[in-house]
T-cell receptor, first 112, second 115 residues
């Protein structure tokens, strides 16, 4: 059983399109996150969700919107995709006091 | 706000030689500390973590790291590297214990292994 699963693994799309990346965790964790890894491999947190509440939003453009239908899912929706959105997006989960993070395998988004 | 510095962008080591990757953090207290490895085209694999107690932490694949409070450092070491260790290594800090702040990553060190 995969603890944190993301779909799709690869996503190629044209500029201006809207796309979503899905994430599911079966660990019962309270908090889920989205990270972006840019072309220079730098990893930066985009959002965290705790019990369906957005906790932080690190100056991410409002074209990006996290959606959490329940505690086990945190999807990332991106409107009007731009070339600069090309990156690898990682979902992760954790829980207060767990002292660890479980990452998904990543979604490589390419905007052409 | 917390920050993590990995001063070496690239490191080249001969196979069989020892390795040390540097990591310094900036935070008002002692954070939780992590090292992750990312092989080309792969996800993030946890090598080891420090929360409290013994400042020398053992991890997977023969790696260890030492927390030094006085230097705000958490350097990663391996006594003898293998070609399969070639990868990107990330140091990260957690200041909320698995809570809302998530992990803050350094910019990574790219490890190259020479035959």
């Amino acid at each position: 059983d995969t603890a944190v699963s993301q779909t799709p693994k690869y996503l190629v799309t044209q500029m201006g399109n809207d796309k979503s990346i899905k994430c599911e965790q079966n660990l019962g964790h309270d908090t889920m996150y989205w990270y972006k890894q840019d072309s220079k491999k730098f990893l930066k947190i985009m959002f965290s969700y705790n019990n369906k509440e957005l906790i932080i939003n690190e100056t991410v453009p409002n074209r990006f919107s996290p959606k959490s239908p329940d505690k086990a899912h945190l999807n990332l929706h991106i409107n009007s995709l731009e070339l600069g959105d090309s990156a690898v997006y990682f979902c992760a989960s954790s829980q207060q006091g767990y002292y660890g993070y479980t990452f998904g395998s990543g979604t490589r988004l390419t905007v052409v | 706000a917390q920050s993590v510095t990995q001063p070496d962008i690239h490191i080249t080591v001969s196979e069989g030689a020892s390795l040390e990757l540097r990591c310094n953090y900036s935070y008002g207290a002692t954070p939780y500390l992590f090292w992750y490895v990312q092989s080309p085209g792969q996800g993030l694999q946890l090598l080891l973590k420090y929360f409290s107690g013994d400042t020398l932490v053992q991890g997977i694949k023969g790696f260890e790291a030492e927390f030094k409070r006085s230097q705000s450092s958490f350097n990663l070491r391996k006594p003898s590297v293998h070609w399969s260790d070639a990868a990107e290594y990330f140091c990260a800090v957690d200041t909320s214990g698995g809570g809302a702040d998530g992990l803050t990553f350094g910019k990574g060190t790219h490890l190259i292994i020479q035959p």
